[in-house]
């Protein structure tokens, strides 16, 4: 389901340098956590994932419920605003639009909102969201650690990490773009690590 592009297939001659690896970043072989703040305490006992919205029906669902759904496994790299780059990176979860299909998005939704424990956000075009994204719960075969967003987090393969939502309990549809928590401090809206999208143009003047 992920389109690859050309210059992202494995065992590229130069082992992933450069062809791999958008302008500006370096490679790591750990994957580092990013968290701004603490990271939340999560209970699968209480945990819920919320869509609302502008949707057909509102949908809540307790962890039971999420694990129910088809799962699926997507590997991709990762890309961190702040220059680190990980490489082929294998999750599992649930795709965004299995969730969504549950929801139906009205058609006046064109963007999402994640929200997460905590309190972050950050905003997608939904085209992109439904196209791409992935409610994972494992990464390589192994369950989240708690500071790389257990027991859910979001990944959008195509864009910075902090698209990337961890302890997401939340998915928002909305006819407008709204700024999520780095969009609002500055973080680019669109975030394609390949067209160097770090922070919008006016505060990098
Ligand atoms: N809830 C939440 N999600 C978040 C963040 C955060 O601070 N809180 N940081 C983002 C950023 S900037 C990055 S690069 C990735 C890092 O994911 P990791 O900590 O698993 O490496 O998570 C993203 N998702
Ligand atoms: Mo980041």
């Known amino acids: 389901m992920l389109r690859?592009?050309?210059?992202?297939v494995k065992n590229a001659p130069d082992q992933g340098k450069g062809e791999r690896v958008p302008p500006g970043q370096f490679l790591t072989t750990k994957f580092p956590v990013l968290t701004y703040g603490s990271a939340p305490?999560?209970?699968?006992?209480?945990?819920?994932?919320?869509?609302?919205?502008?949707?057909?029906r509102e949908v809540e669902l307790d962890w039971k419920a999420f694990m129910a759904l088809e799962w699926t496994a997507v590997t991709a790299d990762f890309h961190c605003v702040t220059q680190w780059s990980q490489l082929d990176n294998t999750w599992e979860g649930v795709t965004l639009a299995t969730v969504a299909e549950l929801a139906s998005p009205k058609p006046q939704a064109k963007f999402i909102m994640a929200h997460c424990y905590g309190g972050y956000t950050t905003n997608l075009p939904l085209d992109l969201a439904l196209e791409e994204g992935i409610l994972a719960h494992k990464q390589e075969g192994k369950e989240l650690e708690e500071g790389?967003?257990?027991?859910?987090?979001?990944?959008?393969?195509?864009?910075?990490?902090?698209?990337?939502?961890?302890?997401?309990?939340?998915?928002?549809?909305?006819a407008e773009d709204t700024p999520g928590f780095w969009e609002q401090r500055g973080y680019n809206n669109n975030a394609d690590p390949w067209k160097e999208e770090r922070f919008w143009p006016e505060l990098t003047r």
Do not use: Y
């Open 41 to 56: 305490k999560v209970d699968l006992a209480t945990f819920s994932l919320r869509l609302f919205g502008l949707v057909e």
């Open 4 to 8: 690859k592009r050309p210059d992202q």
């Open 148 to 174: 790389h967003g257990w027991p859910l987090r979001l990944i959008i393969p195509s864009r910075f990490g902090w698209k990337s939502a961890k302890w997401v309990n939340g998915i928002e549809f909305m």
